[in-house]
């Protein structure tokens, strides 16, 4: 599917997200204009979910918060990823594994916008997962590849490109093998530890996954830590490298 998401669309929901007011004053569509009814994205969202080979949960909407989300976001609903902010608190892969931003949820309470807000000028972060990885939407601050998707590893903390749009990257939550893309990643019981933990938390692990002394995860410990401690934690760590 061709991915919907424009580069220009990109920089404006970063340039609107850093409290540009007088650029968002401007340049900000109003609610009417995002919600398309005609065309939307999410009866394609929900196909998706329902073929899908991982286990995926749709985590149940709030309206007035999605009307808030849609519209810091700027995103029609034609667009994967506006049906999912406007339609869905969120999406759980994988048993919890990959949290998808939608609108904010009970279990997920962090949105979209709210996630990214003041986070960074050169990317969106998307989705994240149990182990404190952050999928991320390059801005510009990435590489070339606009629009496209990258992953933030906490084995190197490196951006690692997957040459994936936003839509290509639910296909891969949907259908991709995680056991593969998260070998190394992924302990004994990792399914019933991860089934308790909050949509706002992650493991951390010690000794840290990037280093020698921590390739082998089954022998770190690891405890649940919010995910804004962890993401400040990696980029204060990817700082001093």
């Known amino acids: 599917m061709k991915s919907l998401f424009a580069g220009h669309w990109i920089i404006v929901i970063l340039i609107i997200?850093?409290?540009?007011?007088?650029?968002?004053?401007?340049?900000?569509?109003?609610?009417?204009?995002?919600?398309n009814?005609?065309?939307?994205?999410?009866?394609?969202?929900?196909?998706?979910?329902?073929?899908?080979?991982n286990k995926a949960e749709i985590l149940s909407v709030n309206t007035t918060k999605a009307k808030d989300a849609l519209l810091q976001v700027q995103v029609t609903t034609r667009s994967p990823m506006g049906a999912?902010?406007?339609?869905?608190?969120?999406?759980?892969?994988?048993?919890?594994?990959?949290?998808?931003?939608?609108?904010?949820?009970?279990?997920l309470s962090r949105s979209l916008p709210g996630w990214n807000k003041n986070k960074s000028k050169d990317y969106l972060l998307i989705a994240d997962d149990a182990?404190?990885?952050?999928?991320?939407?390059n801005g510009g601050g990435l590489g070339s590849d606009l629009g496209k998707v990258?992953?933030?590893?906490?084995?190197?903390?490196?951006?690692?490109?997957?040459?994936r749009s936003y839509s290509e990257f639910l296909d891969f939550c949907f259908n991709g093998d995680l056991d593969k893309f998260y070998d190394g990643l992924r302990w004994k019981d990792w399914k019933t530890e991860v089934s308790k933990l909050g949509g706002d938390e992650v493991f951390n692990?010690?000794?840290?996954?990037?280093?020698?002394?921590?390739?082998?995860?089954?022998k770190c410990k690891r405890k649940a830590i919010s995910i804004e401690e962890q993401y400040e934690l990696n980029m204060d760590l990817r700082k001093q490298m």
């Open 37 to 53: 009814k005609e065309d939307s994205g999410w009866p394609i969202v929900l196909d998706w979910v329902k073929s899908a080979k």
């Open 150 to 163: 990258y992953y933030f590893s906490p084995d190197n903390l490196n951006y690692e490109p997957l040459d």
């Open 205 to 218: 692990f010690f000794p840290f996954l990037w280093t020698s002394e921590g390739q082998d995860i089954n």
């Open 131 to 137: 182990v404190g990885g952050f999928f991320i939407l």
């Open 84 to 107: 999912i902010v406007y339609h869905s608190g969120g999406l759980l892969i994988d048993n919890g594994w990959i949290r998808i931003l939608g609108s904010g949820n009970d279990k």
């Open 17 to 35: 997200l850093s409290n540009n007011y007088t650029y968002a004053q401007n340049k900000m569509q109003p609610l009417d204009k995002l919600i």
